[in-house]
Each structure stands twice: as structure tokens, then as C-alpha cells.
């Protein structure tokens, strides 16, 4: 691993592999998780990707079943009032 730090610091050419990952959609991922569950922000951005998508996407299967009955909900509301 030193060699690849050295490299990187040199400014030496990577021919594949993720380097970075794009800052907006890391504030994104952060925001969203940290809004649904209040969890601070060092927290939720120390996980790894892998981790922080995977509550991304759990937060988010949470919120279409609930959204999902709320409308089940209101279209039984409308139709028996």
C-alpha cells in the first residue's frame, strides 16, 4: 500500500480503480441517512460504501412501504366517505 500513496502523491497516472468518490453524492448519502435516523455526521461518513449504501437503500425501501400504505390508506378513505 505505501507504493500506491507514493504514486498518488507524485501525481502518477491510475489506470483503473476508484480514487475518489464524487463529494455531492457523499453529502447526499450523509444527509439522508443522518435525516432519518439522526445519526451524527462523523458517524454515517466514516462508514464504509458499501455500509452507507446499504442504509441508503434500506431507509428508502422503509419510506416506499410506508408511503405505499399511506396511499392504500387514503384510497380506502375516499372510497367509503
Same mark, same amino acid.
Given at each position: 500500500?505505501?507504493?500506491?500513496?507514493?504514486?498518488?502523491? #507524485?501525481?502518477? %497516472?491510475? =489506470?483503473?480503480? *476508484?480514487?475518489?468518490?464524487?463529494?455531492?453524492?457523499?453529502? %447526499? $448519502?450523509?444527509?439522508?441517512?443522518?435525516? +432519518?435516523? +439522526? &445519526? =451524527? +455526521? $462523523?458517524? *454515517?461518513?466514516?462508514?464504509? +460504501?458499501?455500509?452507507?449504501? #446499504? &442504509?441508503?437503500? $434500506? *431507509?428508502?425501501? *422503509?419510506? %416506499? #412501504? #410506508?408511503?405505499? %400504505?399511506?396511499?392504500? $390508506?387514503?384510497?380506502?378513505?375516499?372510497?367509503?366517505?
Amino acid at each position: 500500500m505505501p507504493t500506491v500513496f507514493a504514486r498518488l502523491q #507524485r501525481g502518477a %497516472e491510475c =489506470p483503473g480503480g *476508484i480514487v475518489g468518490y464524487p463529494l455531492q453524492t457523499l453529502y %447526499e $448519502e450523509v444527509a439522508f441517512v443522518a435525516y +432519518h435516523f +439522526h &445519526w =451524527p +455526521h $462523523e458517524t *454515517i461518513v466514516n462508514f464504509e +460504501h458499501a455500509d452507507r449504501l #446499504r &442504509w441508503v437503500r $434500506e *431507509i428508502s425501501a *422503509i419510506n %416506499e #412501504r #410506508r408511503n405505499s %400504505e399511506h396511499n392504500h $390508506e387514503s384510497d380506502l378513505d375516499a372510497k367509503f366517505s
